[in-house]
């Protein structure tokens, strides 16, 4: 089943202690891209990633890190979680020709006290 | 800057009904369009995607339009269902972005079919 999976799903941390969302996709898409959640703001762009080794910041970077070095993963690292990182997270995958859908992972509620 | 909207932001509907869904958006030059659903728990759902050259697309009984010069677009769901109940989000991908496929939500609209 084609599909972008996120881990972990749910996350409850303190503020500092370094993490790792990880996202996988098995389509084989060139495409990556983390996304931020947040009530009345809606979904905000973190980072994206055109290809292996290929990355570059969104509208709301401060705080994040990413990485790409296989084609199918593209965690997304918070060196020092605060609480304004409390959110919803989703990974996003897409291919860079032909059909241009967007396919998302299922989430990762994370909460930093 | 492009701004999405979305209205009504919550619709409570009885089951059978026929209802639209709006969303709209204030710079014209986009390259695609696509309607999600989002249920608690389970992610984000494509549904329909239009390309700027489109007027519309269907799946099932769901039909989305896009009139690009108006900056809007309208979900339609057909004999609506009580799984049919939650949060539709509309997002745009801007023609202008580069090689970066960012979409631009908008805040979406909670859906509602009661039995």
């Not at chain 1, 009345?40 to 994040?64: A, C, F, H, W």
């Not at chain 1, 979680?81 to 994370?110: K, V």
């Not at chain 2, 492009?2 to 969303?23: F, H, R, W």
């Not at chain 2, 759902?45 to 269907?58: D, G, N, Y």
Request: hydrophobic share 30%; glycine share 8%; aromatic share 8%.
């Amino acid at each position: 089943e084609a599909q972008v999976t996120q881990n972990p799903r749910y996350l409850i941390t303190v503020t500092g202690k370094k993490l790792t969302v990880t996202c996988s996709q098995n389509m084989n898409h060139e495409y990556m891209s983390w996304y931020r959640q947040d009530p009345g703001l809606g979904l905000r762009q973190i980072y994206y990633s055109m290809n292996v080794e290929v990355t570059d910041k969104g509208d709301v970077p401060e705080g994040y890190k990413v990485s790409r070095k296989e084609k199918r993963n593209f965690p997304l690292i918070l060196e020092s979680p605060s609480p304004n990182q409390t959110s919803l997270y989703f990974c996003a995958s897409q291919r860079t020709s032909g059909p241009n859908e967007q396919f998302f992972g299922p989430g990762t509620r994370l909460t930093v006290l | 800057k492009q701004e999405v909207t979305q209205i009504p932001a919550a619709l409570s509907v009885p089951e059978g009904e026929n209802l639209v869904l709006n969303c709209s958006f204030t710079d014209s030059a986009i390259y695609n369009l696509q309607w999600f659903r989002q249920d608690p728990g389970k992610g984000l759902t494509s549904l329909l995607l239009i390309q700027s050259s489109q007027r519309e697309q269907t799946s099932g009984r769901l039909n989305a339009s896009l009139d690009k010069s108006s900056g809007r677009s309208t979900l339609y769901i057909a004999a609506s269902q009580p799984g049919d109940s939650a949060t539709y989000l509309c997002a745009v991908r801007l023609d202008n972005a580069g090689n970066n496929r960012k979409l631009i939500w908008g805040l979406g609209t909670s859906l509602a079919v009661n039995p």
